[in-house]
């Protein structure tokens, strides 16, 4: 089994920053990709940013340029650097490990509020 444990929500004001973390523990290997979902009040879930396990990256366009998603192997580990929040970026956010073999596996989810 694979757990996956968020941290780094919160509120923050417009233009302010944020950054999530999402470490994955138990029986790892062979991750295909690692990534960040969020879901709005009234809205579909949908990816933010998602990382392969080649390094390529992939943003969703209305957080180019102002979201960074990096990793860390050795830890298991995703982040997600939100600079420039918006309002609209208001969502709860989930992560997302898609492994080769052992299947798709979600975060609890983390709250990030944008409001002054």
């Known amino acids: 089994q694979v757990q996956l444990v968020e941290s780094g929500g919160g509120l923050v004001q417009p233009g302010g920053s944020l950054r999530l973390s999402c470490a994955a523990s138990?029986?790892?290997?062979?991750?295909?990709?690692m990534g960040w979902y969020r879901r709005a009040p009234g809205k579909q879930r949908e990816l933010v940013a998602d990382i392969i396990s080649g390094g390529s990256t992939n943003y969703a366009d209305s957080v180019k340029g102002r979201f960074t998603i990096s990793r860390d192997n050795a830890k298991n580990t995703v982040y997600l650097q939100m600079n420039s929040l918006k309002s609209e970026d208001t969502a709860v956010y989930y992560c997302n490990f898609r492994f080769n073999v052992l299947g798709n596996y979600w975060g609890q989810g983390t709250q990030v509020t944008v409001s002054s």
């Open positions: 138990g029986t790892i290997f062979s991750i295909y990709a």
